[in-house]
Nanobody
Framework: QVQLVESGGGLVQPGGSLRLSCAASISIFSTRTMGWYRQAPGKQRELVATITSVSSTNYADSVKGRFTISRDNAKKTMYLQMNSLRPEDTAVYYC?????????WGQGTQVTVSS
């Protein structure tokens, strides 16, 4: 059974930082491309960043230079370091992977950027 569990969300002031974690119960974690998505109220879920099995990364234009995605295959965990946070980064953040053409999602973690 595939489980993805996010943690690390919270309330932060504009300009602040947070680090999200996604712990995966996947035996083949090291071979999977992993991704972070987010969904703000009233908006569609959008891609934030992805990281391949060889740690090649891709970012949405809106977070380039501020967010860093990384992974620790030994811990089966993916991270999202978020710096210089803005109010528009407020959303529920989800981790994602695809295995055998099936999408798997975590339960999400709330990030709120507000003064």
């Amino acid at each position: 059974q595939v489980q993805l569990v996010e943690s690390g969300g919270g309330l932060v002031q504009p300009g602040g930082s947070l680090r999200l974690s996604c712990a995966a119960s996947i035996s083949i974690f090291s071979t999977r491309t992993m991704g972070w998505y987010r969904q703000a109220p009233g908006k569609q879920r959008e891609l934030v960043a992805t990281i391949t099995s060889v740690s090649s990364t891709n970012y949405a234009d809106s977070v380039k230079g501020r967010f860093t995605i990384s992974r620790d295959n030994a811990k089966k965990t993916m991270y999202l370091q978020m710096n210089s946070l803005r109010p528009e980064d407020t959303a529920v953040y989800y981790c994602n992977t695809v295995i055998s053409h099936l999408q798997y999602w975590g339960q999400g973690t709330q990030v709120t950027v507000s003064s």
